[in-house]
């Protein structure tokens, strides 16, 4: 099996900082992405940013020039530093990769349990 373990959400004051991390552990051949997904109070989850294992990534709209996502496939772990944080930033974090492994060769889409970011006075 697969687990995905987010950390690093909190309550931050507006135009603060936090950093999030999430390790995926368990029986994995390869990654083939990891995002970061954020569902807000009475919203639909959304995609933040995401990062490929060619190193490419890509980001919303409503979080680009404030938000960096960065990892490392070798060691399983991807990183979401969030700067210039609004209000509206405020909801569960979620970590997601797309992996293949060991006894399962084909890819598949894992999720973590999401972490809190409240942005707030």
């Known amino acids: 099996q697969v687990q995905l373990v987010e950390s690093g959400g909190g309550l931050v004051q507006p135009g603060g900082s936090l950093s999030l991390s999430c390790a995926a552990s368990g029986s994995i051949f390869s990654i083939n992405s990891m995002d970061w997904y954020r569902q807000g109070p009475g919203k639909q989850r959304e995609l933040v940013a995401s990062l490929d294992s060619g190193g490419g990534t890509n980001y919303a709209d409503f979080v680009k020039g404030r938000f960096t996502i960065s990892g490392d496939f070798g060691k399983n772990t991807v990183y979401l530093q969030m700067d210039v944080l609004k209000p509206e930033d405020t909801a569960v974090y979620y970590c997601?990769?797309?992996?293949?492994?060991?006894?399962?060769?084909?890819?598949?889409?894992?999720w973590g349990q999401g972490t809190q970011v409240t942005v707030s006075l």
């Open positions: 997601n990769a797309i992996l293949s492994r060991r006894d399962y060769p084909y890819e598949a889409r894992y």
